[in-house]
């Protein structure tokens, strides 16, 4: 089982960044997808999280209207486009796969973002 992040990266407050996550090894189709994402001295907290065919969406209250996650079942990836960024969301980035029914709980190594001027 392998969740691969990219994407992340050194940007401007205001810019924008797109990150995406490979997944490997497991039914990706089956599984939620969420983003987490943990600041230097902070505790790790949900970002986005996706269902398995896309039908619901859901965010941190602090990236609503900035951030949107989608994914494609046929390349097994998990994207995270992030609009308008700001020195606040300055952290290493997560991707994370889960399946409740057989208590499987995937976890990347994570991408870091940086905002700022």
């Known amino acids: 089982v392998q969740l691969v992040e990219s994407g992340g990266g050194l940007v401007q407050p205001g810019g924008s960044l797109r990150l995406s996550c490979e997944a490997t090894g497991f039914t990706f189709s089956r599984y939620v997808m969420s983003w987490y994402r943990q600041a230097p001295g902070k505790e790790r907290e949900l970002v986005a999280t996706i269902t398995t065919t896309s039908e619901t969406t859901d965010y941190a209250d602090s990236v609503k209207g900035r951030f949107t996650i989608s994914r494609d079942n046929a390349k097994n990836t998990v994207y995270l486009q992030m609009n308008n960024l700001k020195p606040d969301d300055t952290a290493v980035y997560y991707c994370?796969?889960?399946?409740?029914?057989?208590?499987?709980?995937?976890w990347g190594q994570g991408t870091q973002v940086t905002v700022s001027s």
């Open positions: 994370n796969a889960r399946r409740r029914v057989i208590n499987a709980n995937y």
